[in-house]
Antibody, heavy 120, light 106 residues
Framework: QVTLKESGPVVVNSRETLTLTCSVS??????????VSWIRQAPGKALEWLAH???????SFRTSLQNRLTLSKDTSKSQVVLTMTNMSPVDTATYYC????????????WGQGTTVNVSS | SSELTQAPSVSVSPGQTASITCSGD??????ISWYYQKSGQSPVVVIY???KRPSGIPDRFSGSNSGNTATLTISGTQALDEGDYYC?????????FGGGTKLTVL
């Protein structure tokens, strides 16, 4: 069974750095057919894509946030780690990681999401 | 980067057909996926590659994509179809989501 699970702090202070971990099971992060994205959703708002890591470790980022984001993976631990610097209250959201299946070009499996509140 | 535009809301009567559109420049040359999100839950893909249904998705869900518009069609809409629907595309190596459409079944 393929699963993804996000973990990280529930509350961060403004100007701090957020670190989120996506732990995956049921597939390998080195599988050339897979990739993992981070997507967030502010309360009552739409889905907003943040970043993606491909099986070859290449990364891509949302243009407006690329200066604040870093993304890496540890294949041996089956984890993908997202860091976002200089957090502010507008970054309060539920953060999801999701698997992209190359065969379908879609996000076929999503994590349950983790809610992050940024305190001013 | 490209933008995908969706109407904020669509209403449909039970048993009728709901059409949810997603527009963007030359959308027809890209593959579109559609996601359904029930309140408080993670999104679920209901259509990929414009018109293909993942295993387990009812055949009342269908999709099309041509020109500047992709359409998700739900035939025989049921109350359990109520929720938010998002279109999504890849733009080079980045991802774009539409703003979402809230489907109300009344």
């Amino acid at each position: 069974q393929v699963t993804l699970k996000e973990s990280g702090p529930v509350v961060v202070n403004s100007r701090e750095t957020l670190t989120l971990t996506c732990s995956v099971s049921g597939f390998s992060l080195s599988d050339g057919r897979m990739g993992v994205s981070w997507i967030r959703q502010a309360p009552g708002k739409a889905l907003e894509w943040l970043a993606h890591i491909f099986s070859n470790d290449e990364t891509s980022f949302r243009t407006s946030l690329q200066n604040r984001l870093t993304l890496s993976k540890d294949t041996s631990k089956s984890q993908v780690v997202l860091t976002m610097t200089n957090m502010s209250p507008v970054d309060t959201a539920t953060y999801y990681c999701a698997r992209r299946l190359l065969d379908t070009d879609s996000f076929d499996i999503w994590g349950q999401g983790t809610t992050v509140n940024v305190s001013s | 980067s490209s933008e995908l535009t969706q109407a904020p809301s669509v209403s449909v009567s039970p048993g009728q057909t709901a059409s949810i559109t997603c527009s963007g420049d030359n959308l027809g040359i890209k593959y579109i996926s559609w996601y359904y999100q029930k309140s408080g839950q993670s999104p679920v893909v209901v259509i990929y590659h414009d018109k293909k249904r993942p295993s387990g998705i009812p055949d009342r869900f269908s999709g099309s994509n041509s020109g500047n518009t992709a359409t998700l069609t739900i035939s025989g809409t049921q109350a359990l179809d109520e929720g938010d629907y998002y279109c999504q595309a890849w733009d080079s190596s980045t991802v774009v989501f539409g703003g979402g459409t809230k489907l109300t079944v009344l």
